[in-house]
């Protein structure tokens, strides 16, 4: 389900899974946490003719209170831990074969894009180059190789659920395949300078045909 945003690519989903298992988790505990709290506070309130006592937390039927609780957020934590390896594993580490691969070089401030042209193979002399405006094929997996001219910058698609650093004098791989059509942004999400706030760009999701297509028309331009 999409609560907030729209999702576009295959793994935006496992992102949102974790997302929403810790939040399910933590809720209650925060809920249960804070009413705890205030119900102390007006239990234990200073009232007339009542000395205050001193608990020193060696009663075991204090210590039921830490130590109960401490084990059962292990225990969920647990789980936290095994869907984020999982879900970090499937889009960090385990690349898939890639169809297409683009550059992705940030600059203060904007992204500039090299896209394989009508060959389908990046490096050679089609290539299209685009400055804020990334064109893709629906249903296709991408790499992109990620790197900074200046300072960090942070390349991320919302709609994807990607966000990767971009890093000066480093060049980064990752990936994504999307499914769904249409137009959305891309953001930087490092603060990085006077013009931090007006880097966007812009990314188009195209069936294959009407991608050709554009290819063809930059082409002619050239």
């Not at 249903?139 to 990620?146: E, G, M």
């Not at 013009?195 to 990314?203: P, Q, S, T, V």
């Amino acid at each position: 389900m999409e609560f907030f945003i729209e999702r576009a690519s295959t793994f935006a989903s496992d992102v949102d899974f974790v997302i929403m298992l810790v939040a399910v988790i933590v809720t209650p505990w925060f809920i249960a946490t804070l009413g705890t709290f205030f119900y102390f506070i007006w239990r234990f309130r200073k009232k007339e003719g009542v000395k205050a006592l001193y608990i020193d937390g060696e009663d075991p039927k204090h210590m039921r209170w830490i130590s109960i609780p401490h084990a059962v957020v292990l225990f969920l934590d647990i789980g936290i831990v095994i869907a984020s390896i999982v879900t970090w594993n499937h889009i960090k580490i385990n690349l898939p074969e890639p169809d297409y691969t683009v550059a992705v070089i940030g600059h203060q401030w904007s992204w500039r894009f090299i896209q394989p042209g009508l060959d389908g193979k990046l490096g050679t002399d089609d290539d299209v180059e685009t400055v804020d405006e990334l064109h893709i094929i629906n249903d296709k997996t991408y790499h992109f190789k990620l790197t900074s001219v200046d300072v960090m910058h942070s390349f991320s698609i919302p709609v994807f659920r990607l966000k990767q650093d971009a890093v000066p004098g480093r060049e980064i791989t990752g990936w994504f395949k999307a499914n769904k059509l249409g137009e959305f942004d891309i953001q930087c999400a490092e603060i990085c300078g006077i013009g931090h706030g007006i880097m966007g760009a812009r990314l188009f999701i195209e069936s294959e045909a009407d991608h050709k297509q554009w290819l063809a028309s930059k082409a002619l331009s050239h």
